[in-house]
């Protein structure tokens, strides 16, 4: 996968020109199909190697990204390695702490995350990074991790009155009880 | 793989996706993998007030198993055509559990 260009052309293209007229026909009767065929019309076609994992994060390799993971951990580091499930390598990791009004820095190191716990990765505009918004406010760890705490203990007792009251009601908890922040 | 399908021919649009978690995140489609997972370009968090670390993020990989929503331009959603091709879809699932 990794040897794959992305500006190559789509497979079809290096086929025997005279046939293509037909296999573009074709091809737009199915856009749509089972078969997963791309439509020839609308914009420039893109190859399609671009649309795998591998494809998507092999643009954010070696470049600063954010990552939020299922527990609601922010960790802000470089993208060092991946794989096809979005298993991550992150170098020179530091954990933000948000809590009210306020955030800390943790520095972490590096960070090996099974995919299936990546909720987003954003890449960090390197212009805009020290644009901190004004509705937080940096301060010490412990501060803001004792703020957390608080803020956590309190979400969980009233995410687990309303799944008790929404089971004896009959409905499933949201996300089947899976825990998303 | 009709939904995979479906997303690529609306690569280049502006689509809105709505997270398990509520995030509401806005930006041009940029490409889709087979486990749906989503790329998107100049993203706008909407009420980026409650969510200050997405502020400097200028494009991201969302994992699929996280969508709840993606909201899509009506413009470009051709519905006969996607009547018709989840129709057949259909139709072969059933020939394969037969």
């Known amino acids: ?181 | 793989m009709l939904f995979f399908s479906f997303f690529k021919t609306l690569t280049n649009q502006t689509v809105t996706i709505e997270l398990k978690n509520d995030i509401r995140i806005r930006g041009i489609l940029k490409s889709v993998d087979q486990y749906l997972n989503i790329k998107l370009d100049d993203v706008e968090v909407l009420d980026l007030d409650k969510y200050p670390h997405l502020s400097s993020v200028k494009n991201m990989f969302i994992r699929g198993s996280v969508v709840r929503y993606v909201m899509l331009p009506r413009s470009e959603v051709d519905v006969g055509l996607l009547e018709d091709a989840t129709r057949r879809e259909a139709a072969n699932q059933a020939g394969k559990a037969r």
Do not use: C
């Open chain 1, 1 to 181: 996968m990794e040897r794959l260009s992305l500006n190559e052309s789509p497979a079809n293209a290096q086929r025997n020109p005279q046939q293509q007229p037909q296999q573009q026909q074709f091809q737009q009767q199915n856009s749509l199909g089972p078969a997963g065929q791309m439509p020839t019309s609308g914009p420039p076609q893109l190859p399609p190697q671009m649309f795998t994992t591998a494809a998507q994060l092999l643009d954010l390799t070696d470049k600063k990204l954010v990552l939020v993971l299922r527990d609601g951990r922010k960790l802000v580091g470089v993208l060092r390695s991946w794989d096809q499930f979005a298993n991550l390598v992150l170098q020179d990791t530091v954990e933000r702490i948000y809590a009210g009004k306020l955030y800390a820095d943790v520095p972490r190191g590096i960070f090996l995350v099974r995919g299936e716990n990546v909720l987003l990765l954003g890449e960090v505009d390197l212009d805009r990074e020290d644009e901190i918004p004004s509705t937080v406010t940096k301060a010490p760890f412990e501060e803001v991790f004792e703020l957390k705490k608080q803020e956590d203990n309190k979400r969980k007792s009233g995410d687990k009155k309303r799944h008790t009251e929404l089971s004896a009601l009959g409905f499933e908890p949201e996300h089947s009880g899976e825990i998303l922040f």
